[in-house]
């Protein structure tokens, strides 16, 4: 469990960046609680892979500060990779190996014993055991996404950056996803995803901060940013089911994850 008392696993504070003549973050601050999921909120454009790439070293701020796991990013560059795995928006999957030898081959890249044992866990782990074998160009886009994650895993870095996990995938990869990214915070792990759908925050995060504009213009529980506005007036309307209730009734894919409890596909095959 998190305490307000923890130190923060990320923290950053008056992050700018423009490129060029065109400020992308002017000033952001936000602080990540060890062990939570944590969502940047924002439109195309607003930043959100401009923070991410700094956050994981890739590219240096103008100014402000922002730390993971306590080291500094511009400054303890090293200690911070050590921290983190980043997946990005596009998959870093080989097409041409299986799923358990992207595994393994992450595995080697990291010096770790017993590559296959590791493959083999994380594969059950995200319910990719029978696809194992097969080439990964040959997954669904879902398949490649989870194949992913899994790869990031390896080596157990505290701290996950994701971002837009879901983009580009059917609603039913996307609530694959979505249970993946539930099961690495179920074991500590610390995540910051980044999306453009209210849909995923709202599923996903303990807390959401809106990026706009080069700036967090709103920070909290979806409860706190619901709070933001007043309650509507209650009209007597039957509820219409959303399209993506629909659509997966139609399907016959899993119900939607509010209705988790239900859920009847294996989304796990841990024994
Ligand atoms: N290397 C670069 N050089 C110049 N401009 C860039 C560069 N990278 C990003 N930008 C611009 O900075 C702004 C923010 O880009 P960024 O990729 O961080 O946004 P994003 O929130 O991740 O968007 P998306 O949801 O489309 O992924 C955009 O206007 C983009 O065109
Ligand atoms: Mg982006």
Redesign the pocket.
């Known amino acids: 469990m998190t305490t307000t008392t923890d130190p923060p696993a990320i923290r950053v504070q008056g992050l700018e960046k423009s490129?060029?003549d065109?400020p992308?973050l002017r000033g952001v601050d936000f602080d990540v609680a060890p062990g939570s999921i944590f969502a940047l909120l924002?439109?195309?454009?607003?930043?959100?892979?401009?923070?991410v790439r700094i956050l994981s070293t890739l590219l240096k701020a103008d100014r402000g500060t922002a730390t993971v796991q306590g080291f500094d990013v511009a400054t303890r560059g090293a200690d911070v990779r050590e921290s983190i795995s980043l997946t990005g928006?596009f998959a870093a999957v080989d097409e041409i190996l299986t799923g358990r030898e992207n595994l393994m081959l992450v595995a080697e890249l990291r010096h770790l014993r017993r590559p296959g044992e590791i493959a083999d866990a994380l594969l059950a782990r995200f319910s990719l055991t029978e696809a194992g074998g097969r080439r990964a160009g040959t997954y669904s886009g879902g398949m490649r996404r989870r194949l992913d994650i899994a790869m990031s895993l390896i080596g157990s870095p505290p701290v996950i950056f994701l971002d837009?996990p879901t983009t580009g995938l059917d609603p039913q990869a996307r609530i694959e996803v979505w249970d993946a990214v539930r099961e690495l915070a179920s074991t500590g792990t610390t995540v910051l995803l980044?999306t453009?759908y209210l849909d995923e925050a709202e599923q996903l995060a303990d807390r959401i901060a809106v990026l706009h504009d080069g700036r967090i213009i709103a920070e909290g529980t979806l409860a706190e940013l619901k709070g933001l506005l007043p309650p509507a007036r209650v009209e007597y309307v039957e509820k219409q089911p959303t399209l993506e209730e629909v659509f997966l009734a139609l399907v016959g894919g899993p119900p939607t994850p509010g209705d988790a409890d239900t859920a009847t596909p294996p989304t796990s095959q841990e024994q």
């Open positions: 490129y060029g065109l992308v924002g439109s195309n454009g607003a930043g959100k892979t401009t923070a928006q837009e980044t453009q």
